[in-house]
């Protein structure tokens, strides 16, 4: 069951059960439907909100011992990768049609398993949609109900914005991002690289991939010879971690770009390299949903992945971004290793 759990953090508040629902799209990254997101509340105020996971609502027909599967699961890993926060409450909102039976399963299970690690449901709420003037109410308490304020207007929102993460539409709008693009191009691309074909030095390798960043940065399209000879140079993993170093220099932007173009059109398992090197780079930069949802595909293009494996672990495992920059720290050192020096970003 496709799920999504992000810890990276937004400094600001919310006053009103209100802003704090709209609150939920900037702090995962997109506009959940049919979801059950939990918010696990703490720190020294107790008011804090730690790491936010969000569900696929479970169908109609799951036995409640499934639920409590799938809840006991989820309230595990939260409170056990995050003690640090001292979490003391979950608040849970289902984004999905009038409540049902289901709804109030989950609401009873989550009660249950929350209570094993002495914690308890503050609230609950109920909207449809997470949009302007949609109506919201709690299920523990009739005096909370209302209508939802714009989303876009959230304070949440605006500070996500200035931080560089973006907003989407649907989940399935962040994927579409770098979901394979079937085409003439892309169909050439793999022709190419079933080919056999001599690796680069990796000294000449990581020239290439840096020739091709600056490319991009100068507004060139991204062509079936660039994303072939980007692909063959990351094959080499020292080119590869080298790579990582370009999140934190000026370069940054341009290399994302050229990452996506490249999991657009590669196929796999080539594109798991240009996507982990996004979702590193998304990692760094606080923005988890598109990060966790960049190692996803990572990880499907090839299920062996390490690098991927590793970073999408300490993502789910609640790691800030402050904590992974010796991932790019490893990545300067490995293209001063091969005789070209990377520039930190400033």
Do not use: N
Not at 20 to 33: D, E, H, N, Q, S
Not at 206 to 216: D, I
Not at 240 to 261: G, S, V
Request: hydrophobic content about 45%; proline content about 8%.
């Amino acid at each position: 069951m496709p799920s999504e759990f992000d810890s990276t953090p937004i400094r600001c508040s919310v006053t009103s059960p209100g802003d704090l629902i709209v609150a939920v799209p900037a702090m995962l990254g997109f506009f959940p439907t049919a979801s059950i997101v939990l918010m696990f509340v703490g720190g020294p105020s107790g008011r804090r909100i730690g790491p936010i996971v969000r569900y696929d609502m479970i169908p109609a027909g799951f036995a409640e011992r499934d639920v409590e599967h799938i809840i006991g699961s989820v309230c595990e890993r939260a409170v056990s990768v995050h003690e640090d926060l001292s979490i003391q409450s979950v608040i849970c909102l289902f984004v999905d049609a009038w409540p049902t039976t289901m709804h109030e399963m989950v609401l009873r299970v989550l009660d249950r398993q929350v209570r094993d690690y002495g914690l308890r449901v503050s609230d609950a709420f109920w909207t449809p949609e997470i949009a302007p003037g949609k109506p919201y109410r709690s299920m523990l308490s009739d005096r909370k109900h209302g209508r939802l304020p714009d989303p876009t207007a959230s304070e949440v929102a605006a500070a996500s914005v200035l931080s560089g993460r973006r907003i989407f539409e649907s989940r399935d709008d962040l994927t579409a991002v770098f979901a394979p693009t079937p085409c003439p191009e892309a169909d050439e691309v793999a022709k190419r690289l079933r080919r056999p074909a001599k690796p680069p030095k990796p000294q000449l390798g990581l020239q290439r991939v840096l020739r091709a960043v600056r490319a991009v940065g100068s507004g060139e399209t991204v062509g079936v010879e660039t994303v072939v000879v980007v692909s063959r140079a990351l094959g080499d993993k020292k080119v590869r971690d080298a790579a990582l170093a370009l999140a934190a220099t000026d370069q940054a932007k341009a290399a994302e770009l050229l990452w996506i173009a490249m999991a657009r059109l590669a196929p796999a398992p080539q594109r798991a390299e240009p996507l982990t090197l996004l979702g590193h780079l998304a990692y760094l930069g606080g923005d988890g949903a598109m990060a966790s949802s960049a190692f996803a595909a990572a990880l499907e293009s090839d299920p062996e992945h390490v690098l991927a494996g590793l970073l999408d672990e300490s993502l789910q495992s609640g790691i800030a971004p402050t904590e992974i920059r010796a991932f790019t720290a490893c990545g300067f050192d490995c293209a001063a290793h091969l005789g070209v020096e990377l520039s930190p970003a400033g």
